[in-house]
């Protein structure tokens, strides 16, 4: 059935909607616009009741993989030491230490002072909720802009599609997940006009995940973007006057209280989005803060020598999204190819998205997640647009996909955490709770597997070697690694040395053999055992030391 839009304007705060199909879309096309032609209709009752058990169900199901495994990958087992050396008088940028802001090992250590340290299973449970939040998010924005169908697809399509990605990448309890309801919480209340919302829901996302800062670029535009003419629901003293009134006789009146309406939206854009951080930086260490989650990774983003293996990394994670959106991706084209439509604050955020994916050059699955909400957002205008059997289409191709990506977690084998397993177990044996390990390798998890303290506030050798974006080129070495965090580590060795060494590398670039520092102290210190663990070498201290 074809609905007529009315004629009155849109809302100002609103972002770009999908035009008219008299305008956007040939005579032949059948159209199926929302309600209202962009602007809300009153909700129907109990919408929002019978919408919630849905998505909740459905966040439920897509997320069951992530409670089969103790953790998924090592950022998982990264940040549960960390919250157990901060619960420990740990000070983060200090003792404790990582590339990445502080919400979410707060976060951590909050849930593992509340439910204790020895499972993840509440994280994970957090991660459901997180997805339940995103979509909720994306339901009501969606709504917002094209009527009550619009809300209950666009939650529909995220949860079905969050988890189209290896199950390392997209069923682990990190930073994306937790980061996903504050991008969308930020486009949502900027389109609402609520700057300083959406000022703190950016800063949420940047203190959650640097490259969370994406969404700020959407955010400005529809600042840039709001009309001069339409008054602030919050805001009353900005309303513009009426055209009938003497101000607005002359073309100098709207626009010039258009101006001050938006430097006054950026001041609170600003303010909100400026404090969180700030704040942040002064309850740690402020020169601790700039230098690991911005200054001191330089050598990071480099991948000489490693075009190869990150360049098919990538291609290979595309390829997975790819799979998981099928049902997404031609909505979009499809209307791109019979009309030029779509709010441009979604392509916006979408290119942002897609930049900060890029950035660094690394490729990671779970990067990848940052696409989906703008994505689902652009398939949900899309299908307004086209037939209702096209809607059809992208619930059943997307479920499809979502059936196999949930296979796979359910049934995909941990090789790596098994390994993780056994190593911890043989660190029990050959030591006591007291005394401290340092584990030479990738794989942070081993230290709270085998609930023993680390010998360093370094948990990986990537931090020390530049090793983190799986390099496998020259840019590996101690002169690589992050600036000035040899001299502490040998400090730290020197000054408690631990009675167990782990050299986990396995032949990797870091390989212990090939670091002049640490070689030349497990020769003067510490013997090797016989026995490696699935190729790990353990090394004890020697007596007399």
Same mark, same amino acid.
């Given at each position: 059935?074809?609905?007529?839009?009315?004629?009155?304007?849109?809302?100002?705060?609103?972002?770009?909607?999908?035009?008219?199909?008299?305008?956007?879309?040939?005579?032949?096309?059948?159209?199926?616009?929302?309600?209202?032609?962009?602007?809300?209709?009153?909700?129907?009752?109990?919408?929002?009741?019978?919408?919630?058990?849905?998505?909740?169900?459905?966040?439920?199901?897509?997320?069951?993989?992530?409670?089969?495994?103790?953790?998924?990958?090592?950022?998982?087992?990264?940040?549960?030491?960390?919250?157990?050396?901060?619960?420990?008088?740990?000070?983060?940028?200090?003792?404790?230490?990582?590339?990445?802001?502080?919400?979410?090992?707060?976060?951590?250590?909050?849930?593992?002072?509340?439910?204790?340290?020895?499972?993840?299973?509440?994280?994970?449970?957090?991660?459901?909720?997180?997805?339940?939040?995103?979509?909720?998010?994306?339901?009501?924005?969606?709504?917002?802009?094209?009527?009550?169908?619009?809300?209950?697809?666009?939650?529909?399509?995220?949860?079905?599609?969050?988890?189209?990605?290896?199950?390392?990448?997209?069923?682990?309890?990190?930073?994306?997940?937790?980061?996903?309801?504050?991008?969308?919480?930020?486009?949502?209340?900027?389109?609402?006009?609520?700057?300083?919302?959406?000022?703190?829901?950016?800063?949420?996302?940047?203190?959650?995940?640097?490259?969370?800062?994406?969404?700020?670029?959407?955010?400005?535009?529809?600042?840039?973007?709001?009309?001069?003419?339409?008054?602030?629901?919050?805001?009353?003293?900005?309303?513009?006057?009426?055209?009938?009134?003497?101000?607005?006789?002359?073309?100098?009146?709207?626009?010039?209280?258009?101006?001050?309406?938006?430097?006054?939206?950026?001041?609170?854009?600003?303010?909100?989005?400026?404090?969180?951080?700030?704040?942040?930086?002064?309850?740690?260490?402020?020169?601790?803060?700039?230098?690991?989650?911005?200054?001191?990774?330089?050598?990071?983003?480099?991948?000489?020598?490693?075009?190869?293996? +990150? =360049?098919? @990394?990538?291609?290979?994670? %595309? #390829? $997975? *999204? /790819?799979? &998981?959106? !099928?049902?997404?991706?031609?909505?979009?084209?499809?209307?791109?190819?019979?009309?030029?439509?779509?709010?441009?604050?979604?392509?916006?955020?979408?290119?942002?998205?897609?930049?900060?994916?890029?950035?660094?050059?690394?490729?990671?699955?779970?990067?990848?997640?940052?696409?989906?909400?703008?994505?689902?957002?652009?398939?949900?205008?899309?299908?307004? +647009? =086209?037939? @209702?059997?096209?809607?059809? %289409? #992208? $619930? *059943? /191709?997307? &479920?499809? !996909?979502?059936?196999?990506?949930?296979?796979?977690?359910?049934?995909?084998?941990?090789?790596?955490?098994?390994?993780?397993?056994?190593?911890?177990?043989?660190?029990?044996?050959?030591?006591?709770?007291?005394?401290?390990?340092?584990?030479?390798?990738?794989?942070?998890?081993?230290?709270?597997?085998?609930?023993?303290?680390?010998?360093?506030?370094?948990?990986?050798?990537?931090?020390?070697?530049?090793?983190?974006?799986?390099?496998?080129?020259?840019?590996?070495?101690?002169?690589?690694?992050?600036?000035?965090?040899?001299?502490?580590?040998?400090?730290?060795?020197?000054?408690?040395?631990?009675?167990?060494?782990?050299?986990?590398?396995?032949?990797?670039?870091?390989?212990?053999?090939?670091?002049?520092?640490?070689?030349?102290?497990?020769?003067?210190?510490?013997?090797?055992?016989?026995?490696?663990?699935?190729?790990?070498?353990?090394?004890?201290?020697?007596?007399?030391?």
């Amino acid at each position: 059935m074809l609905v007529e839009p009315p004629p009155s304007a849109p809302s100002a705060a609103a972002p770009p909607s999908v035009p008219a199909p008299r305008t956007a879309a040939p005579r032949t096309e059948p159209v199926a616009l929302a309600p209202g032609g962009g602007a809300p209709a009153p909700a129907p009752a109990g919408y929002w009741r019978r919408l919630l058990p849905v998505f909740a169900v459905l966040a439920v199901v897509t997320r069951l993989p992530s409670f089969r495994h103790t953790l998924w990958n090592p950022d998982e087992g990264f940040l549960a030491v960390q919250a157990r050396m901060l619960a420990d008088g740990g000070e983060l940028y200090e003792t404790v230490v990582d590339r990445k802001p502080p919400l979410l090992p707060w976060l951590y250590a909050a849930t593992f002072a509340v439910f204790g340290d020895e499972s993840l299973r509440p994280l994970k449970v957090l991660a459901v909720l997180s997805q339940l939040l995103t979509a909720l998010v994306l339901a009501a924005t969606a709504r917002e802009r094209w009527g009550d169908r619009a809300g209950r697809t666009a939650g529909v399509l995220y949860l079905l599609v969050s988890i189209g990605l290896n199950p390392e990448d997209a069923q682990a309890a990190t930073f994306e997940i937790f980061m996903l309801p504050f991008t969308a919480a930020a486009v949502m209340y900027a389109g609402k006009g609520r700057w300083g919302a959406a000022g703190l829901a950016v800063a949420g996302a940047v203190l959650m995940k640097q490259t969370g800062g994406a969404v700020l670029v959407p955010v400005l535009w529809l600042l840039w973007r709001s009309s001069p003419r339409r008054p602030s629901p919050r805001r009353p003293s900005l309303r513009s006057p009426s055209p009938r009134g003497p101000s607005a006789r002359g073309p100098s009146g709207p626009r010039k209280r258009g101006t001050c309406a938006r430097r006054a939206g950026l001041l609170r854009l600003g303010l909100a989005f400026a404090l969180p951080p700030a704040a942040a930086a002064l309850l740690t260490d402020p020169s601790g803060f700039v230098f690991w989650t911005v200054t001191g990774s330089g050598a990071y983003a480099a991948f000489t020598g490693s075009e190869l293996h +990150v =360049l098919s @990394r990538g291609l290979a994670n %595309t #390829a $997975l *999204l /790819g799979a &998981a959106c !099928a049902g997404l991706v031609p909505p979009v084209v499809r209307v791109l190819r019979i009309a030029r439509t779509g709010a441009a604050d979604l392509w916006l955020w979408l290119a942002s998205s897609a930049a900060a994916v890029l950035l660094g050059l690394h490729f990671f699955g779970h990067y990848y997640l940052q696409l989906l909400p703008p994505l689902v957002l652009l398939a949900t205008a899309a299908l307004q +647009v =086209l037939p @209702r059997t096209r809607l059809a %289409t #992208a $619930l *059943l /191709g997307s &479920a499809g !996909a979502c059936a196999l990506f949930l296979a796979w977690g359910l049934l995909a084998p941990r090789p790596e955490l098994a390994h993780a397993v056994r190593l911890a177990a043989e660190v029990r044996h050959r030591t006591t709770p007291q005394e401290r390990v340092l584990l030479w390798g990738m794989h942070p998890e081993t230290y709270w597997l085998a609930d023993r303290d680390p010998a360093s506030r370094y948990l990986t050798a990537g931090l020390l070697t530049n090793y983190s974006g799986g390099r496998d080129g020259p840019q590996v070495g101690e002169r690589y690694g992050m600036a000035g965090t040899w001299p502490v580590l040998v400090r730290e060795l020197h000054g408690s040395p631990p009675a167990l060494i782990v050299d986990d590398s396995r032949g990797k670039p870091y390989a212990a053999e090939r670091l002049p520092t640490l070689r030349r102290l497990l020769a003067r210190y510490y013997r090797p055992l016989p026995d490696p663990v699935d190729g790990a070498v353990l090394y004890v201290r020697t007596t007399g030391r």
